[in-house]
């Protein structure tokens, strides 16, 4: 009973391809986010969305186009991909805000692998 | 700038040992501060939550402390078991409104048989 869930949780693809990861929430949580995690395995905020509305926009390549069409489900679209997007991609969510209880779910995370 | 710093960046003990985890942080305002486990291949799991007026907290075998006038946590783990290694994620959110959690660089700790 998996409560965020992201598809794939492996990604290999060729340099300049377009690819998509989604990511789906059952806790009925109002806000999601995608995180990168880098090589050393420091999380970044990249989006987050609340109430299907884009609240957070780090300063990520516009290749990158989050897509939320309710409040359950996030996805990533990815345009043109370069060697340096590899990465593990984290969906997660919270029902507050990290000022009130506003714990992070985050799902078990989309290892993506540019060649 | 809002950061957290975490020491050390990496931690081997022996299985049945202790061990303290460092975080430092420069968040303001603060709000309050979550210590998060990341298994290999996984995703990040809340451990503990602390807020300003909140000294110490345990969940099991951890306990987190926060001392909020030198903005200083630490996360000590008792009688450390395998399944204790994982990376170990400080993360502080600021009482300014956004929905940004400022995180840690992270601790990796291996526990050896």
């Known amino acids: 009973d998996t409560a965020v869930s992201q598809t794939p949780k492996y990604l290999v693809t060729q340099m300049g391809n377009d690819k998509s990861i989604k990511c789906e929430q059952n806790?009925?949580?109002?806000?999601m986010y995608w995180y990168k995690q880098d090589s050393k395995k420091f999380l970044k905020i990249m989006f987050s969305?609340?109430?299907?509305?884009?609240?957070i926009n780090e300063t990520v390549p516009n290749r990158f186009s989050p897509k939320s069409p309710d409040k359950a489900h996030l996805n990533l679209h990815i345009n043109s991909l370069e060697l340096g997007d590899s990465a593990v991609y984290f969906c997660?969510?919270?029902?507050?805000?990290?000022?009130?209880?506003?714990?992070?779910?985050f799902g078990e995370g989309s290892r993506l692998t540019v060649l | 700038k809002n950061q957290v710093e975490q020491s050390p960046q990496s931690l081997i003990i022996l299985e049945g040992k202790n061990c303290t985890l460092q975080?430092?942080?420069?968040?303001?305002?603060?709000?309050?501060l979550r210590w998060y486990k990341q298994d290999t291949g996984r995703g990040p799991v809340s451990l503990t939550i602390?807020?300003?007026?909140?000294n110490t907290k345990s969940n099991g075998r951890y306990t987190a402390t926060l001392d909020a006038d030198t903005k200083q946590s630490s996360l000590h783990i008792t009688a450390s078991q395998l399944s204790d290694s994982a990376s170990y994620i400080c993360?502080?959110?600021?009482?300014?409104?956004?929905?940004?959690?400022?995180f840690g660089t992270g601790t990796r700790l291996k526990v050896l048989a």
């Open positions: 997660a969510s919270s029902q507050d805000s990290p000022t009130v209880t506003g714990e992070l779910f």
């Open positions: 806790l009925g949580h109002d806000t």
């Open positions: 602390m807020t300003f007026s909140e």
């Open positions: 993360v502080v959110s600021d009482g300014s409104g956004t929905y940004k959690y400022i």
């Open positions: 969305y609340n109430n299907k509305e884009l609240i």
């Open positions: 975080c430092n942080y420069t968040v303001s305002p603060f709000s309050n």
